[in-house]
């Protein structure tokens, strides 16, 4: 009976974040087209991969609560929502809408204010993805990046995040006996600290690791995550070309929404280095969009992204095969998943 309950208010409370979206996504469009006429009406889905889309975003809720019931993390995860950065920042959302609309008009997409640094960072990161104000580099951004994504995937980011859990937990059990204390898991470009979050609730004792590029979203990480007990993760600033830890540390490397935002070439070198980082025996785990080759039948979400957002790198994402370049490097035993808008790679270091 109190199971069902819990069901039922995580279910309501997924179908209340839906309809926020689709009401954010509808005014926000429209008044858009007050303003700036030119730029036409966004890009709309068909009905018939509405009623898709539905079903999957269904299928996912229901896995999510399934790996509560398999003790993966605890039912009070789902529930879990940053109520005061939503008080705080939704209304600052809206007033930074206009000059992302300017951009998308002028089509400018290096556009920073003066108080950003741009030095040191590769050239392919300087760039306003998703057209938003400071690209990754500001404060602001840090402070509005999750309620945009929220809305983007109609509250189901960590819903798509908690996926990476349950094979994370299984990839760990190939160290038999190894305390939660001694086992090491980095988070590769894990921006605002969400997954490390997740990953803190669901495995208390673990030593965590986060790096990124963006001092902002590395602050904004240690605000979210001090607000957890326990041990807080070890957050360094690091491109993750170039991981700065020694070979064979850790037990688990896992990366999230990142490959769709690199070039090629880049993602074979991130790769390169989450292998080199890996214990023998320890597992990968790679969150990031759908691809063509499995969901064909969303092709119109994946043709319609990079055209709204700015995401240079997204439509050859699409199509890259990068089970080939996980085993290009070494990897084996790699496992792919779909889960709603996301795609998984699973892949173990031989031991
Ligand atoms: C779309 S966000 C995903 C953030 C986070 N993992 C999540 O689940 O929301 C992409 C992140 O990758 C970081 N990033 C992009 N290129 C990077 C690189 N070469 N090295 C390290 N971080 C990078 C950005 O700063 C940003 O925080």
Redesign the pocket.
Known sequence: MFNNLTKLSYQTFQQSKNYFSLAHKILSSRLQNLVHPTVGEMSKTSPAVMVKIQAKLNQLLETDWQDTQKQIYPASLLFDNQWQDFFRYYPLLWLDLPQTWERITQNRYQDFSPETSQEGY?N??LQN?HYQTDG?LSDLSANL??LQ?EILFSGT?DPM?RRILAPLQHGLQKFPGLPQRQTRIL??????G??LKLMRTAMPQVSLFG????PA?LRKANQLLSQNPGELPQLLQ????ELPYRDNYFHAVT????F???PAA?RQQ?IEQCFRVTKPGGVLII?DSIQMSDSPELAEIMDGFPKMFHEPFYRHYTTDNLVQRLEKVGFEDIETQVHFLSKYFIAYKPA
């Open positions: 590769p392919y990161y993805f990754y990046y999750d994504v980011a995040r988070d590769v470009a894990c921006g605002t969400r997954t790096t990124d590029l963006s979203y690091a491109n993750a070309e990366s999230v929404f990142l769709h935002e690199l880049v991130v969150c």
